[in-house]
């Protein structure tokens, strides 16, 4: 498993470890996410200190992670009963070196040698990786000899970086408010805008949130609104806008300068955009949900920037979201691949000639990058590609994504 733990040695409480089985029980019986469960439980028990907070998500994280690999362990097939869940989460605080409680609950693992199953853990690599059978398949297929590292890469844990918002704030003076808010930082080398979080905290408390400092990006997605080679007054459509981090830092680039119109399927996201670009003290984004074809249709030909941030299989960012891989399985991604081709095909149209699109994603998958994009040029002969950018995590230390630059000709 991972070398970094992050479990303080200090006095365990029952209920902590009941907080992370009800985490567990909804992300794997209810299909939840486990940023969106750990949040909520975070947010239902405010008077939980620092240390019980940082335990709660970091225990959860890492048990997502080491799911298969921890059942393994345990010599269980995986269940979702409170006494099951109970001895997994000891066998996993036991393996990183905290002394189990006396609690009824633990009896059954107390004496129990489990290193020979960790041994032989070690010698298969789904079960020393933690992951399905049918993912090491096809990352074999597609990645070949470089699968092994990008796996153990994205189990991981991630660090926190965060994109300094350049409209209010220079990066230095942005550093020094949070130091003064005990918020440490470094700079990430490359990354103009970018300041990677020394200890993971609670920085959504910090006055330079609120005041619309910063949003938490990582360094690869920064890379995205840079690619795209905006300039202030240009107008830029953002066709999978979601939330908006990308459309932000567009926006910061852009000097707040020109028209962004940020499209999505869900309106309710297109509403948290707003409220972050308010934040931020951005006004030129206009929200469209896109209830219809129309709206695509209506916006053809239109934009001097188009920035596909298409929906993906999300294997580049593992380390951050570890249940992906227990979410999806191979019909999953072959119906992702067909979206991805019917969203480029489709909204395509909504550049103007001599424009640049900017089809990305958070994937190391080839099927879902090189393939789409050679698929699309290949029933599109107006369009080329003129740039690509690669990202993988055992070469960067950052999340997998890969990004193409196409030009419309004609």
């Not at 991805?340 to 640049?356: A, C, D, E, P, W």
């Amino acid at each position: 498993m991972s070398q970094a733990s992050f479990i303080h040695k200090e006095r365990l409480h029952v209920n902590l470890v009941k907080a992370v089985i009800q985490a567990l029980q909804q992300i794997f019986a209810d299909g939840k996410y486990s940023d969106t469960v750990v949040k909520n439980l975070l947010k239902s028990n405010p008077k939980w200190g620092s240390k019980d907070r940082k335990f709660l998500a970091e225990t959860v994280y890492e048990i997502v992670r080491w799911w298969r690999k921890l059942w393994m362990i345990y010599g269980k097939e995986a269940s979702l009963s409170d006494s099951d869940l109970f001895n997994v989460i000891g066998i996993y605080l036991n393996l990183h070196g905290h002394e189990l409680p006396q609690w009824k609950e633990l009896e059954s693992i107390r004496n129990v040698n489990f290193e020979d199953r960790i041994r032989r853990a070690e010698h298969n690599r789904v079960l020393r990786e933690s992951i399905p059978d049918w993912l090491d398949e096809l990352g074999t297929k597609e990645l070949g000899g470089k699968w092994e590292k990008e796996l153990h890469e994205l189990n991981k844990p991630a660090p926190v970086i965060i994109r300094v918002n350049t409209l209010k704030v220079p990066r230095a003076k942005a550093q020094q408010a949070l130091k003064a808010e005990d918020v440490e930082s470094a700079v990430v080398p490359n990354h103009p805008d970018a300041l990677q979080l020394d200890v993971r905290k609670n920085i959504f408390r910090t006055k330079a949130f609120f005041d619309g400092w910063f949003e938490v990006q990582d360094s690869s997605s920064q890379e995205v609104a840079y690619f795209l080679d905006i300039k202030p007054g240009m107008r830029v459509i953002d066709a999978c806008a979601g939330a908006g981090g990308k459309t932000l830092h567009m926006a910061a680039i852009m000097q707040n300068k020109g028209k962004i119109i940020a499209l999505d399927l869900h309106e309710w996201k297109l509403k948290e955009l707003q409220k972050r670009a308010s934040r931020a003290g951005i006004n030129i984004i206009e929200s469209r949900p896109i209830t219809s074809a129309k709206v695509i249709k209506r916006l053809e030909n239109s934009a001097e920037r188009v920035l596909l941030d298409v929906p993906c299989t999300g294997l580049g960012v593992l380390r951050r979201s570890p249940d992906i891989k227990w979410k999806l399985d191979l019909q999953g991604v072959e119906r992702i691949k067909q979206q991805q081709l019917q969203i480029i095909t489709s909204y395509s149209n909504m550049l103007k000639v001599g424009g640049r699109m900017v089809y990305a994603t958070c994937s190391i998958l080839p099927s879902e990058n090189e393939g789409i994009v050679s698929a699309f040029l290949a029933e599109k002969s107006e369009f080329k590609k003129v740039a690509e950018n690669k990202i993988l995590p055992s070469q960067s230390g950052q999340d997998g994504f890969y990004m193409a630059a196409i030009e419309r000709t004609a």
